[in-house]
T-cell receptor
Framework: AQSVTQLDSQVPVFEEAPVELRCNYS??????LFWYVQYPNQGLQLLLK??????LVKGINGFEAEFNKSQTSFHLRKPSVHISDTAEYFC??????????????FGQGTTLQVKP | EPEVTQTPSHQVTQMGQEVILRCVPI?????FYWYRQILGQKVEFLVS????????KSEIFDDQFSVERPDGSNFTLKIRSTKLEDSAMYFC??????????????FGDGTRLSIL
């Protein structure tokens, strides 16, 4: 079984400052990793994903994340945030393999609050 | 860009009544999912559906729940006799086949279900 922990429930940050949202996972098998963003009254939108290969993945809206297998982490970063980045961010994992359905296991979410 | 659409956006139902939540997945997607998010909690997997049958379901998905793909476009979630604790946001998602579970899931905007 897999589990995901997002260490911060809320992250306040000033506009144009850098931000890191932390995500750790637990799994007995290798996993695929995802970050989704949820704007108010909207569904979840994929920011980026890690399947294999380079451990640094770039996503939309200037976000990037780094997979660290030894620390079982997949932290999300942005060098300079905008007010429009204010949203809920979810880290998720799924187990690869043809016998797996691709269900996503989500973390608790982190609310990013960007202040002017 | 094609989207997953869900209707209604908000459903208010008396406890004990049946409710059907509707979803139109992206047309060439083959895997379908329902998730729910109780207010203030994490997004939870309910069920996955592939090749016209349930491929996996969670412990939450008991006999009160059912899913159906009645035609080539709709994917529905039925709750037979609603309980207060069924109040939540319900998300439908779909994804392409191929690349196993690495294909990202596309989410609808959700249906907010309120049980009175």
């Amino acid at each position: 079984a897999q589990s995901v922990t997002q260490l911060d429930s809320q992250v306040p940050v000033f506009e144009e400052a850098p931000v890191e949202l932390r995500c750790n996972y637990s799994s007995s098998v290798s996993v695929y990793l995802f970050w989704y963003v949820q704007y108010p009254n909207q569904g979840l939108q994929l920011l980026l994903k890690y399947l294999s290969g380079s451990t640094l993945v770039k996503g939309i809206n200037g976000f990037e994340a780094e997979f660290n297998k030894s620390q079982t982490s997949f932290h999300l970063r942005k060098p300079s945030v905008h007010i429009s980045d204010t949203a809920e961010y979810f880290c998720a994992v799924s187990a690869p393999g043809s016998s797996n359905t691709g269900k996503l296991i989500f973390g608790q979410g982190t609310t990013l609050q960007v202040k002017p | 860009e094609p989207e997953v659409t869900q209707t209604p956006s908000h459903q208010v139902t008396q406890m004990g009544q049946e409710v059907i939540l509707r979803c139109v997945p992206i047309s060439n997607h083959l895997y379908f999912y329902w998730y729910r998010q109780i207010l203030g909690q994490k997004v939870e997997f309910l069920v996955s559906f592939y090749n016209n049958e349930i491929s996996e379901k969670s412990e939450i998905f008991d006999d009160q729940f059912s899913v159906e793909r009645p035609d080539g476009s709709n994917f529905t979630l039925k709750i037979r006799s609603t309980k207060l604790e069924d109040s939540a946001m319900y998300f439908c998602a779909s994804r392409l086949a191929g690349q196993g579970a690495g294909q990202p899931q596309h989410f609808g905007d959700g249906t907010r279900l309120s049980i009175l």
